[in-house]
């Protein structure tokens, strides 16, 4: 993406990538993803972050386009994972006399990654410390855990601006134009979702802040109804089901026990319940986690297998723990030819996450949906929707 104004004085300079076809090397991207970099110019010039190395030389041209022909006195790092502190070293050496600035926690990862000489040319920051550029100040707001520990975010004060890090980002190039919802929820529940505490914590600071402006390093530039931003952040952070409704996630070997999802889909339906389904064995499971903390209610459906639950159910539901999954609603549907044992086992990792209120009753299938099975299920709603 070629540079463009943000204010008369902030340049967004980043670059969208539109080869990357996993973001961390787990996340479908098919819409691509941007890395932000923003030029600040004063009295002393700026750059807030830089971007992954493989956007590196585009990023390079866009930036000198900008400086035309002016050196950067400062670049300003708030987050060291290589997606947008791949290209520091590129640009320290292009410009030996920039200061980089950082946290305590910056420049230990910063030597971790990169082998350069920074002597004389940090620039240590702390909780509410200030840099002047001229007519333009940078205010330091720590946000350690969202997501890693060094990160953190800055507001300029005269133009209200925060530069955010990670918050507010989302998957997609911008040259796509998708709506921010669209992968801002995905991009949160996969990437941050863990560090629901810590998002509470920088949420609070920023509310003490007059912000006008957000610049996240992901995604498009926020300008308008900035309440509506903050307001799915508390949500998604503070573990809150987004709006009511069902997803249904099933694992079936043979298609017995998708059957089975789909009937339960449809009785659901049948009183009125928004129902999402999601086979995981074919999914994208960052859409399905997603799914899952959108909505206030699940039901897992899935067959035994060895002795056990059906690997991709199992994979689910660690991605749904290792997310914090919880305050929600959970009913089980299990199937087994001579052992039906899924339920209990998908129980067992379900009472390791917090306030889940998992049905009492279950629906156990052997081998294929008999008469019996839909009074079982229709019991099953009952309790569910209760």
């Known amino acids: 993406m070629a540079e463009m104004k943000i204010t008369d004085s902030i340049c967004y300079v980043g670059v969208d990538d539109l080869t990357i076809d996993l973001f961390e090397s787990q996340y479908r991207v098919p819409n691509g993803v941007s890395y932000n970099s923003y030029v600040i110019f004063d009295e002393k010039t700026a750059v807030m972050d830089t971007v992954d190395s493989r956007a590196a030389v585009q990023w390079m041209e866009n930036l000198e386009k900008a400086l035309d022909g002016k050196a950067p006195d400062y670049l300003v790092v708030s987050h060291m994972e290589p997606d947008h502190a791949g290209s520091i070293q590129v640009l320290a050496e292009k410009y030996p006399e920039m200061k980089l600035v950082g946290n305590a926690k910056t420049f230990p990862m910063m030597s971790q990654f990169f082998d350069m000489d920074l002597e004389g040319r940090k620039v240590l920051v702390k909780e509410g410390d200030t840099l002047n550029l001229g007519s333009h100040t940078l205010h330091f707001v720590m946000a350690p855990m969202v997501h890693w520990p060094e990160v953190m975010v800055s507001y300029e004060d005269s133009e209200k601006v925060l530069f955010s890090a990670d918050g507010f980002g989302t998957f997609g190039a911008l040259v796509k134009n998708e709506e921010w919802i669209a992968e801002a929820r995905r991009y949160y529940m ?9 998002v509470q914590t920088l949420l609070k600071k920023a509310a003490a802040l007059d912000i006008a402006m957000i610049c996240p390093l992901h995604g498009p530039v926020l300008k308008e109804n900035l309440g509506y931003y903050l307001e799915k952040y508390d949500i998604w952070s503070s573990y809150r089901p987004e709006e009511k409704g069902t997803v249904v996630a099933y694992a079936s070997i043979h298609g017995n026990t998708a059957k089975a999802a789909g009937r339960l889909a449809e009785l659901l339906e049948a009183e009125g319940e928004k129902v999402t389904v ?109």
């Open 278 to 386: 999601f086979d995981l064995s074919r999914c994208d499971m960052s859409e399905a986690v997603e799914a899952a903390f959108q909505y206030d209610k699940m039901v897992l459906a899935a067959a035994t297998y060895d002795g056990g639950i059906f690997p991709p159910m199992e994979d689910f539901l660690h991605h749904l723990k290792s997310k914090t999954y919880q305050n929600r609603r959970v009913a089980l549907v299990e199937n087994g030819s001579w052992g039906p044992l899924a339920a209990k086992a998908m129980r067992a990792i379900l009472e390791g996450m917090k306030n889940l209120a998992i049905c009492e009753k279950v629906v156990t299938i052997k081998s294929a949906m008999k008469p019996e099975t839909e009074e079982q299920m229709k019991a099953l709603v009952e309790e569910f929707l209760q």
């Open 190 to 198: 996969n990437i941050v979702g863990k560090y629901g505490m810590p």
